[in-house]
């Protein structure tokens, strides 16, 4: 008996599309007995955020970078740690509380790796990828919301 | 090939300037600190927003330097990031 | 307006039977706008394993301390983190190559409490929760697997 | 109440011993240590099995210190743990 060869795999999406977890994870596991763990992140709208309520939440993009940071990102995870597939997916444009906005999937033969690739790829997507998010609250007011130091903090982590 | 450098904004940044963009030509910009030196002489009202904390992209590459311009090269102006 | 409480829950399930991801993800999600990170592990049968191919492998597990173990693991986690939703599942019986094992879903309004969250109770669930496994291989043979050192060396991290 | 303490094997150590349990009155087993030895004088042939490195949970709790045993108790004694 000969091991098989997981094929490895990366696929980066932005845009408007909602995206379902079930999709992503069984691409992440298809033709693939090597993985023995997969770690998925979803970052969703709260309808409160530093204590004001939100009503809409508007992701800007800078298009064609976005994407471009996130498979240089995607392409560092790989590096870092034995990740046979990745999926980041981004959306853009308005959503409402509870709506998804992104998603990291990982799948690694190891648990470790694969938690910490998916932080990884969060933690540094946070602070470089160009997205920038409006809120808009009950009121009708809008607010460019300003980038957090614990964010910041985070992504150190990993230099 | 363009004589211009392609200067874009984002978020906050477009907003404040009521613009998402404009042509500058090299010759006016041969590197970033000159380029942004052109964007406040060239438009007095802007100086605030421009010299508030903002990232510099060249080419969708990020960089936190002075670097020289080309013609053709896209150079974007944006607050700190906040998506995911 | 006011703010809305997300029902806190914690939810263990010990048996043979599969899951589904999407549900699980669901149950996480559902009336739950607080949450503003949601991270899934999923465990899974690999088909090699330390270099020997497996065919099968078998879960043995102690009735009624598993799920203490997994109850007392998700308070210790609540206890540490904000997390309002906690999911564990562990399949017991015989699984093979590519079947789904383990999962571990948390919820929570911050992205490193969900990450470490789910963390925790994996690396607690690997060296205190009472499950043992057997592999058989492609010639029949079956061994009862040795603890690693190294899912100690990560459980101690937390300690 | 029973005078006899429920005892569990799990595992290898259940195929090894080649019974998953057994029950032992209390008053040969008034701690752990004690039930130990004797689970090891009563069996000789079980001493290399009970000799590896063994956990033990009392009423389903993890324990790695000597604890006195009462009527009604389970014991179990497995090796390390390799679920998840």
Known sequence: MTATTTERAIEIRVGPEDFTLQAEYDALCASNTDDGAVVCFVGRVRDLNDGDAVQRLHLEHYPGMTEAVLTRLADQATERWPLNRIRIIHRVGDLHPADQIVFVGVSSPHRQAAFDGASFLMDCLKTEAPFWKKETGPDGTSRWLDARQSDETLAKRWT | ?84
Request: charged fraction near 20%; charge should be negative.
């Open chain 2, 1 to 84: 090939m363009s004589h211009l450098v392609h200067v874009k904004f984002f978020a906050r940044l477009r907003e404040e300037l009521g613009v998402a963009g404009l042509e500058v030509p090299v010759e006016e910009a041969p590197d970033l600190d000159a380029l942004k030196h052109w964007l406040g002489e060239a438009h007095p009202h802007w100086q605030p927003m421009l010299s508030g904390r903002l990232l510099t992209a060249v080419n969708q590459t990020m960089t936190q330097t002075n670097q020289p311009l080309k013609p053709g090269d896209e150079v974007a102006l944006f607050p700190p990031v906040t998506g995911g």
